[in-house]
């Protein structure tokens, strides 16, 4: 089992920057491949980022590349996602979410096991 947690959510003017957070605890954080999603109010949740296990390769969607960067601390067992140059299209509430393998990079919603609760990203014009 993992338990995930995130913070760092907020209100911010478009160009702003915020980084959002993901506390681990449970299952080895190493041991997985770990993702960024976001929603909308009747939308299907997104991807938006994902890292291997041990950090060295990352993907994102094309529209938040060169713009969001994500991270991991393993000693932390934490995960980042960085998040500048923001527009109010990137309004959506965030999900932390955690795979079952470290290598797997996916943008599916199915290739994850552990999700957090969310934190809320507003972005005002």
């Known amino acids: 089992q993992v338990q995930l947690t995130e913070s760092g959510g907020g209100l911010v003017q478009a160009g702003g920057s915020l980084r959002l957070s993901c506390a681990a605890s449970?299952?080895?954080?190493?041991?997985?491949?770990m993702g960024w999603f976001r929603q909308t109010p009747g939308k299907e949740r997104e991807f938006v980022a994902a890292?291997?296990?041990?950090?060295?390769?990352?993907y994102y969607r094309a529209s938040v590349k060169g713009r969001f960067t994500i991270s991991r601390d393993n000693a932390k067992n934490t995960l980042y996602l960085q998040m500048n140059s923001l527009k109010p299209e990137d309004t959506a509430v965030y999900y932390c979410?955690?795979?079952?393998?470290?290598?797997?990079?996916?943008?599916?919603?199915?290739?994850?096991?552990?999700w957090g609760q969310g934190t809320q990203v507003t972005v005002s014009s």
């Open positions: 979410a955690a795979g079952v393998e470290p290598l797997r990079l996916t943008p599916a919603a199915g290739g994850y096991a552990y």
């Open positions: 449970g299952r080895t954080f190493s041991s997985n491949a």
């Open positions: 890292i291997t296990g041990g950090g060295g390769s990352t």
